[in-house]
């Protein structure tokens, strides 16, 4: 089953000529979503809608991959929900149509740039971690003892104190003795 999607960026634009292109490739006027998004951050409730309708076999028809998509991570994520229901994609502009043979390995292509978008992310934050590291910085939220107080905090514990008592002592909940008490002094 054919469905269609088009997209305009602002309310004074027009969708008209993307719909009759649609309706010319043999989109049914009534499986044709339009949005209306201003910029990239825009939601866009029909596309959510259009990728929840789509069954196995059915095939999305857009007439350019911008009006789908608002950047290459979400081009590969639309791909992605496209293949977990086995959908198509047909782009008329691109003249991409994964039902063809020539360009089945389109959304298989997809799944390969996410899984590389997933990699240079994690291998970036890695690289930002480390540099803060390098230059003394330490990630995650301060502690909430200070170095003398965390000591004063394993005296008191290996004094026979309980936890409660020393927590009742430097003010502060049970959970943050204990987070200290397991750190070697």
């Known amino acids: 089953m054919l469905r269609g ?25 009534e499986r044709i979503r339009v949005d209306t998004s201003l910029g ?12 929840g309708d789509l069954r196995r076999g059915d095939v999305l028809v857009v007439t350019r991959l911008d009006r789908l998509a608002s950047s290459v991570l979400h081009l590969v994520q639309v791909g992605q ?3 977990s229901v086995g959908a198509e994609l047909r782009s008329l502009e691109e003249d991409v149509d994964t039902t ?3 360009d089945a390995g389109v959304l298989p ?11 240079l992310v994690s291998a970036s934050t890695r690289a930002g971690l480390d540099a803060a590291r390098a230059r003394g910085r330490r ?13 004063e905090a394993q005296r008191l514990y290996d004094q026979g104190r309980s936890v409660t008592e020393i927590a009742e ?5 049970r959970t943050t003795v204990y987070g200290h008490l397991r750190r070697p002094t």
Do not use: F, I, M, W
């Open 5 to 29: 999607y088009a997209r305009v960026a602002s309310a004074t634009d027009d969708a008209a000529d993307q719909v009759a292109r649609l309706q010319a490739e043999g989109v049914p006027t």
């Open 40 to 51: 990239t951050r825009g939601a866009r409730p029909e596309l959510e809608a259009v990728l």
């Open 109 to 119: 292509t997809l799944d390969l740039l996410a899984g590389l978008q997933r990699t």
């Open 81 to 83: 929900r496209l293949r």
């Open 169 to 173: 002592k430097l003010d502060v909940p």
């Open 139 to 151: 990630g995650g939220r301060p502690p909430r003892l200070s170095a003398e107080a965390a000591a």
């Open 100 to 102: 063809s043979d020539s």
